[in-house]
């Protein structure tokens, strides 16, 4: 999976482990979004045909396309609703927290 | 000049698997978010990022949380497009010939505030992506009335009320006041139809000079609407004819979209929370307006 993880924050102690500039590296992600979220998504995996629409629609990147089947990094899903809305076949139903 | 017709099509089938907008803390159903990551996807690793004082920087740049898997740095409101210029032409003087800059800026950071940077840069012809993401207000400050804010809009600055109805000037026409610099390419775009969008990105990213791209981005907080329809009414404000898909290439314009009818305008505007006041004649207003344009467009870009 080509996305970037949760890394644990560490205060720095010493002069070198503070950021060159006013940003640590790119992708450095010391929190998940998780708590956002109210419903999840459920993929009904009969019924998707892979057409890719909600990957290409979820504001956040978390739909993984994974060997021919729709998963979601669960890290970073804020439950939009997007990918069930859009969803051509209705494969996939939020679902309550 | 690259010939335009051999770029290979980038979809969602081949587009890169890496994401270079993620984590990042936009609120749920983000219209803008999309149209930052799935740009960010064609443009590929190799991209100078440069954002303005708005959403996007706002909720990429959390310290020290960096959502941006690009080279990319906050520049001043009025400044992106002249920072950007700077950065296209140090990366120019590095030799460096595979990468791209790119702005991402808010409508208001695009039409009001940073507009003398952006003409300055299209006037030199800088190699410069500048992408306007267009929410219809400043939603990063809490919705205040920008220079694209169509008639009727409820916001902070233009409460609707017994006097007005809302905004009571209509949107500017951000995309012909960019296409009479005599642009390389300028096109609109809207995320309720992404293929167009990614289209128009990859078309972009192979011209050498400045291109500029007004995406029509939908905002749940600041419009009113459940998060889940967000692209729904991105697409719906096409199908009614309130945002028109064209391009601006070589002196040319032309209307990629040009449907005989158009679906309700009421449909579109009763989804929304910033509209709902609005009674028969401020609709028939957005509807004349809308109407007056078509018909300049139809006679002149077809």
Same mark, same amino acid.
């Given at each position: 999976?080509?996305?970037?993880?949760?890394?644990?924050?560490?205060?720095?102690?010493?002069?070198?482990?503070?950021?060159?500039?006013?940003?640590?590296?790119?992708?450095?992600?010391?929190?998940?979004?998780?708590?956002?979220?109210?419903?999840?998504?459920?993929?009904?995996?009969?019924?998707?045909?892979?057409?890719?629409?909600?990957?290409?629609?979820?504001?956040?990147?978390?739909?993984?396309?994974?060997?021919?089947?729709?998963?979601?990094?669960?890290?970073?899903?804020?439950?939009?609703?997007?990918?069930?809305?859009?969803?051509?076949?209705?494969?996939?139903?939020?679902?309550?927290? | 000049?690259?010939?335009?017709?051999?770029?290979?099509?980038?979809?969602?089938?081949?587009?890169?698997?890496?994401?270079?907008?993620?984590?990042?803390?936009?609120?749920?159903?983000?219209?803008?978010?999309?149209?930052?990551?799935?740009?960010?996807?064609?443009?590929?690793?190799?991209?100078?990022?440069?954002?303005?004082?708005?959403?996007?920087s706002a909720v990429g740049f959390i310290y020290?949380?960096?959502?941006?898997?690009?080279?990319?740095?906050?520049?001043?409101?009025?400044?992106?497009?002249?920072?950007?210029?700077?950065?296209?032409?140090?990366?120019?003087?590095? @030799?460096?010939?595979?990468?791209?800059? %790119?702005?991402? /800026?808010? +409508?208001?950071?695009?039409?009001?505030?940073? *507009?003398? $940077?952006?003409?300055?840069?299209?006037?030199?012809?800088?190699?410069?992506?500048?992408?306007?993401?267009?929410?219809?207000?400043?939603?990063?400050?809490?919705?205040?009335?920008?220079?694209?804010?169509?008639?009727?809009?409820?916001?902070?600055?233009?409460?609707?009320?017994?006097?007005?109805?809302?905004?009571?000037?209509?949107?500017?026409?951000?995309?012909?006041?960019?296409?009479?610099?005599?642009?390389?390419?300028?096109?609109?775009?809207?995320?309720?139809?992404?293929?167009?969008?990614?289209?128009?990105?990859?078309?972009?990213?192979?011209?050498?000079?400045?291109?500029?791209?007004?995406?029509?981005?939908?905002?749940?907080?600041?419009? @009113?609407?459940?998060?889940?329809?967000? %692209?729904?009414? /991105?697409? +719906?404000?096409?199908?009614?004819?309130?945002? *028109?898909? $064209?391009?601006?290439?070589?002196?040319?314009?032309?209307?990629?979209?040009?449907?005989?009818?158009?679906?309700?305008?009421?449909?579109?505007?009763?989804?929304?929370?910033?509209?709902?006041?609005?009674?028969?004649?401020?609709?028939?207003?957005?509807?004349?307006?809308?109407?007056?344009?078509?018909?300049?467009?139809r006679k002149h870009w077809l």
């Amino acid at each position: 999976m080509d996305r970037p993880k949760k890394t644990e924050f560490k205060f720095p102690t010493h002069i070198d482990e503070y950021p060159t500039g006013p940003q640590y590296a790119a992708g450095y992600l010391p929190e998940t979004n998780a708590g956002w979220r109210s419903v999840r998504p459920v993929v009904d995996h009969d019924a998707c045909v892979y057409c890719l629409r909600c990957y290409l629609l979820c504001p956040d990147g978390t739909v993984v396309k994974d060997n021919g089947k729709i998963t979601f990094d669960m890290d970073y899903c804020k439950g939009c609703g997007v990918c069930a809305h859009e969803c051509p076949k209705d494969a996939i139903e939020m679902v309550k927290e | 000049m690259t010939n335009l017709v051999d770029i290979p099509k980038v979809n969602a089938k081949n587009m890169t698997e890496k994401e270079f907008f993620y984590g990042h803390k936009a609120c749920a159903g983000c219209g803008g978010s999309i149209a930052v990551r799935l740009a960010l996807k064609v443009l590929g690793e190799r991209t100078y990022t440069a954002l303005p004082a708005g959403c996007m920087s706002a909720v990429g740049f959390i310290y020290p949380q960096m959502a941006f898997n690009t080279n990319a740095i906050i520049t001043t409101f009025p400044g992106s497009a002249s920072m950007a210029s700077g950065i296209a032409v140090g990366a120019k003087a590095l @030799g460096q010939k595979d990468v791209k800059t %790119v702005v991402f /800026a808010g +409508d208001g950071g695009t039409a009001d505030i940073g *507009f003398q $940077a952006l003409s300055g840069m299209i006037d030199r012809n800088d190699d410069v992506l500048y992408i306007c993401y267009d929410n219809e207000a400043y939603m990063n400050t809490g919705i205040q009335k920008s220079g694209l804010t169509p008639y009727g809009t409820k916001t902070t600055t233009t409460p609707a009320g017994d006097n007005i109805p809302g905004t009571i000037t209509h949107k500017k026409n951000l995309f012909e006041i960019i296409a009479a610099h005599d642009i390389a390419y300028a096109a609109t775009a809207s995320i309720g139809y992404p293929q167009d969008f990614l289209n128009k990105v990859n078309k972009a990213k192979h011209i050498k000079g400045a291109t500029f791209i007004h995406v029509y981005a939908s905002c749940p907080t600041g419009w @009113g609407t459940p998060t889940e329809t967000s %692209v729904e009414i /991105a697409k +719906d404000a096409v199908d009614c004819g309130l945002i *028109f898909l $064209a391009e601006f290439e070589d002196g040319e314009y032309k209307l990629n979209r040009n449907p005989k009818q158009f679906a309700p305008v009421q449909d579109y505007l009763k989804k929304q929370g910033r509209f709902k006041h609005m009674s028969d004649a401020d609709m028939q207003c957005v509807i004349d307006n809308r109407d007056k344009k078509w018909s300049r467009m139809r006679k002149h870009w077809l």
